[in-house]
């Protein structure tokens, strides 16, 4: 633990060095509210630091150097537009340490604790009610299916029952027709003989 706090005080020493070094290189040449403002807390996260070194807080110092590492990144980006060559070359450096202890900061066992009750997921539930209107959602598609199965043989049957009785209606209209083509017949022959009977 002692090494981590070491390596992390050495990284914001040099943090704290090119950020002085850039500000002077500035000297008197406009800069932005963006520019003034990471200066500003830049300034005020050194202090936080100061005062977690102090107190022996290993989890504070892990903190506010990452603070100072989010401060030099942002006072990096914010000088960019510079046209100074020696501006140009501290910012750099800046930026490029910056984002390197910061990933130590993040990698080390400083900041890696057990999950609290009140960090751990609070999706179960949620992913309980989706699986849940997921089975209940499949089982109307189901009875859907079911149903429009029951709907095609009952219209399959009534298509069946529909030429059935066509084939009927068109027996029974020969039939018909035979029968009344038949007692023409038998009353033509009548009235024939009836005729010649006199």
């Known amino acids: 633990m002692e090494k981590i706090i070491l390596e992390i005080d050495n990284g914001v020493r040099t943090l704290v060095t090119l950020a002085n070094k850039l500000q002077d290189e500035l000297g008197n040449e406009p800069v932005s509210s963006e520019v003034r403002q990471a200066i500003k807390m830049f300034s005020s996260s050194h202090k936080n630091y100061i005062t977690a070194i102090n107190e022996n807080s290993a989890n504070q110092v892990a903190e506010a150097a990452q603070a100072i590492c989010l ?14 060559q020696e501006v140009k070359t501290f910012k750099n450096k800046l930026g490029v340490n910056a984002k390197n202890l910061q990933k130590m900061i993040e ?13 751990r997921l609070e999706t179960t539930n949620d992913m309980q009610d989706f699986e849940s209107l997921k089975k209940e959602m499949k089982k109307v598609f189901q009875n859907q299916s079911t149903h429009y ?10 298509e069946k029952k529909t030429i059935s009785l066509k084939q009927d209606i068109e027996s029974l209209e020969d039939i018909y027709n035979n029968k009344i083509g038949s007692i023409s017949t038998e009353y033509s022959q009548f009235f024939l003989n009836k005729i010649q009977s006199f």
């Open 71 to 84: 401060w030099s990144i942002l006072l990096a980006n914010a000088v960019s537009s510079s046209e100074n």
């Open 149 to 158: 199965e029951d709907l095609k043989t009952i219209l399959t049957e009534s």
């Open 107 to 119: 990698n080390s066992a400083l900041l890696m604790f057990p999950l609290s009750d009140d960090e």
